[in-house]
């Protein structure tokens, strides 16, 4: 039997112990420490914003930030925001928490991000914001969004939790909306196990999200006008944050062999694979997912079922945020369709992609594959 082969593992092979240890030495273990600052200057530069504000994790980053934009701009409770169906269930988080309504656009086929021609049609004079989630690898129509956005007068949220060091059109992802997030869970580029940033160049935006992220505390010291969170990254995590940062590039660089290296050993399978680009951006492979063609029988369950006989691990792809029994049950879903994310959940999964996968694990789960699908 083959040694087990994880969906993911992380690499530390910088900075990231000489970093905590001098955390620990000079005794900077909080949220006011340097590394905190050194992230949220540099990384807000780096994704061209001009502010950060280091936050517990990425889920935390949109709530707050809904929460500071729907104050800042007074949308009343139940303002729809637009999000992409094909997700994770954060922004559906954000806007639930915060009172406002998520209103589900399905995805297109080729690169899992929102379908752009889908959006209109779901705009109402309550419509106050989409949130642009990169999905997987390769950037959303970042043109086409802010298009919609001018021309109906909608903020963008932007959430590049998967798309660090990512590029649309040569523009960073995370600098295309009026305010960014980004996650670093141990399966991001820049991970610290948990973590999350939001970045913006509005100055009251990045205010009210230091200031909801903080216990709501004013100049007058343990006066509250506000009821807040404690969402403070500590110096710990900013440390080991700021130590993959300084190796992003190259990151991105093993990603993107490993992704052509299984482009090329698997492109004779019946499963569609990602694209290896598209005209505005080269995938930087955050995951790989791989669609089952429709004609075979087997579904995505099953598939991972016989992978994992075989020690190799998977990850079902996003169950769609329309079909959630808690969406059903809060009644955000009127039985509506959206036939191609739920068609990839159920023909899609992905397969490792961590750090230190070899060319020998590359090829054992590519012979795998051959031998379950054809
Ligand atoms: C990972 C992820 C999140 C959530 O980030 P956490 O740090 O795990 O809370 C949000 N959105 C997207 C698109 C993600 O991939």
């Known amino acids: 039997m083959n040694k087990f082969i994880p969906v993911y593992e992380p690499l530390f092979d910088g900075n990231e112990k000489k970093y905590l240890a001098e955390c620990i030495d000079n005794g900077w273990i909080g949220a006011n420490g340097p590394f905190v600052q050194k992230v949220e200057k540099e990384f807000a530069q780096y994704c061209g914003q001009k502010y950060g504000s280091c936050i517990t994790n990425g889920t935390a980053a949109l709530d707050v930030t809904l929460k500071s934009m729907k104050d800042m701009y007074r949308w009343e409770d139940n303002s729809e925001i637009i999000v ?11 806007c639930v928490y915060n009172k406002l309504k998520p209103i589900f656009v399905d995805c297109e086929n080729k690169t899992f991000n929102i379908d752009t021609e889908k959006i209109e049609r779901h705009l109402t004079k309550n419509t106050k914001a989409i949130i642009m989630v990169h999905m997987y690898g390769l950037p959303s129509e970042a043109d086409s969004i802010k298009q919609i956005a001018e021309q109906y007068n909608l903020k ?3 959430d590049a939790a998967q798309a660090h060091g990512l590029e649309y059109k040569h523009q960073k992802c995370g600098s295309f909306g009026d305010a960014s997030t980004f996650s670093f869970f141990t399966n ?16 009251e935006i990045i205010n009210k999200v230091n200031y909801y992220k903080n216990l709501c505390f004013t100049k007058e010291k343990f006066i509250h006008y506000d009821l807040g969170q404690n969402l403070r990254m500590t110096n710990l995590q900013a440390a080991v944050i700021y130590a993959q940062f300084e190796k992003i590039e190259k990151t991105i660089k093993i990603k993107q062999d490993l992704g052509n ?3 090329d050993l698997l492109s004779d399978l019946p499963v569609k694979l990602p694209e290896k680009e598209t005209p505005y951006a080269k995938n930087n492979y955050w995951v790989f997912p791989i669609i089952i063609n429709d004609y075979l029988k ?7 079922t016989k992978l994992r006989e075989k020690n190799i691990e998977t990850r079902p792809l996003f169950y769609p945020l329309h079909k959630q029994p808690i969406i059903k049950k809060l009644g955000y879903n009127d039985n509506i369709n959206r036939p191609v994310s739920e068609n990839i959940y ?13 060319k020998d694990d590359m090829k054992y789960i590519s012979d795998c594959l051959h031998q379950i699908l054809n």
């Open 298 to 304: 087997i579904n995505s369950k099953e598939l991972a």
């Open 84 to 94: 992409p169906t094909f997700n994770i269930i954060s922004s559906v988080l954000a």
């Open 188 to 203: 991001k580029h820049i991970c610290s196990g948990e973590g999350g940033i939001v970045l913006t160049s509005d100055e």
């Open 156 to 158: 963008i949220i932007e």
């Open 261 to 263: 290296i299984y482009q």
């Open 346 to 358: 159920n023909k899609g999964l992905y397969i490792p992609m961590g750090l230190t996968l070899t």
